[in-house]
């Protein structure tokens, strides 16, 4: 089980971390994910980042601003989001990949958490 958190409501240019914890089951050998759904569009995907978390990649619209990582120790994710912008808003949802490696196709990810709301304020 997957569980995000850390939304919440900020300005333009302000940061947010989320954070997803995983209980139930260890997904320190799979790929891990970050996805966002705004209202009336479809789940997209925002950052992935590989088991070991050597290998990650980005949306261009969020790359060089948000900052995926792990801890396999503590079965955490997060999304360090900077620079945040109004179309930035969204439910932001972590998932685990079905495989240790993994790439931004919603049909890769196995397990997906409750999402948590992010709203930017311009």
């Known amino acids: 089980q997957l569980q995000a958190s850390g939304g919440g409501l900020v300005q333009a240019g302000d940061s947010l971390r989320l954070s997803c914890a995983a209980s139930?089951?260890?997904?320190?050998?799979?790929?891990m994910g970050w996805f966002r759904q705004a209202p009336g569009n479809e789940r997209e995907f925002v950052a992935a980042i590989s088991w070991s978390g050597g290998v990650t990649n980005y949306a261009d619209s969020v790359k060089g601003r948000f900052t995926i990582s792990r801890d396999n120790a503590k079965n955490m994710i997060y999304l360090q989001m900077n620079g945040l912008k109004p179309e930035d808003t969204a439910i932001y949802y972590c998932?685990?990949?079905?495989?240790?490696?993994?790439?931004?196709?919603?049909?890769?990810?196995?397990?997906w958490g409750q999402g948590t709301q992010v709203t930017v304020s311009s």
């Open positions: 998932a685990a990949a079905r495989k240790s490696f993994s790439g931004g196709s919603l049909g890769d990810y196995a397990s």
């Open positions: 139930g089951r260890r997904f320190s050998n799979n790929a």
